[in-house]
């Protein structure tokens, strides 16, 4: 089973439309984060979280909002969903602590499409 | 703030050659770690290999090995015996307190 996993993994919605995507994980890390994927640009961080009480905006973090349920648990919304928000959406984790510990491991994406 | 830079928007390689991808970056911190990601076309990102900014030996695993060239801020990806399964984006990232990439590589392996 995937260590990091997300959900849904594809999703078309309409402008204005409130969405939830969800990202749960198995490797016991503390540190969950949020990033967007547009061609040519790379990833984007959008939220990020190093434990349950702790939440960060990253570089692009307007028109989204984050939850964290759990350590396992990092759910991302968008309350009200606009064209440009249209691209891959990756959920990772680290388990932090300096050096190698703070290799990020990434679910498979979300493909978000807003019409 | 931190930057990651990759010159080479595509890459082409021969099956079996080896292929170098190259990454530099800039950053005003002392201690940082540089990583890099595979995305094939199926879209996950993939963890291939990390370097330390205090690490005196280059960082190998496999078939992947980095070149880090401190003074130079350059940690460019060296793919020995390349495969046709290596055919995919490639990114190079920076930690310092946040993960910054680069824009990519697209590497094609041809046979």
């Known amino acids: 089973d995937a260590d990091v996993t997300q959900t849904p993994r594809n999703r078309i919605t309409k402008t204005g439309k409130r969405i939830m995507l969800e990202c749960s994980q198995t490797k016991g890390h503390d540190r969950m984060y949020w990033y967007r994927q547009d061609p040519g640009l790379g990833l984007r961080l959008i939220y990020y979280?190093?434990?349950?009480?702790?939440?960060n905006k990253g570089e692009i973090s307007d028109g989204y909002s984050v939850s964290r349920q759990a350590q396992a648990k990092f759910s991302l919304s968008l309350e009200s969903a606009i064209p440009n928000q249209t691209a891959l959406y990756f959920c990772?984790?680290?388990?932090?602590?300096?050096?190698?510990?703070?290799?990020?491991?990434f679910g498979p994406g979300t493909r978000l499409l807003v019409l | 703030a931190q930057k990651i830079t990759q010159t080479q928007p595509g890459m082409f390689v021969q099956e079996k050659e080896a292929v170098t991808l190259d990454c530099t970056y800039d950053t005003s911190d002392q201690s940082y770690g540089l990583f890099w990601y595979k995305q094939p076309s199926s879209g996950e990102m993939i963890f291939l290999i990390y370097?330390?900014?205090?690490?005196?030996q280059n960082a190998t695993e496999g078939r992947y090995s980095l070149n880090f060239q401190k003074a130079r801020k350059s940690a460019n990806l060296v793919i020995s015996a390349s495969q046709l399964g290596d055919s995919a984006m490639y990114f190079c990232a920076i930690y310092t307190d946040k993960l910054i990439f680069g824009t990519g590589t697209r590497l094609q392996v041809f046979p």
């Open positions: 979280s190093f434990d349950v009480k702790d939440i």
């Open positions: 990772a984790t680290s388990g932090g602590s300096g050096g190698v510990k703070e290799t990020q491991y």
């Open positions: 370097q330390g900014s205090y690490d005196e």
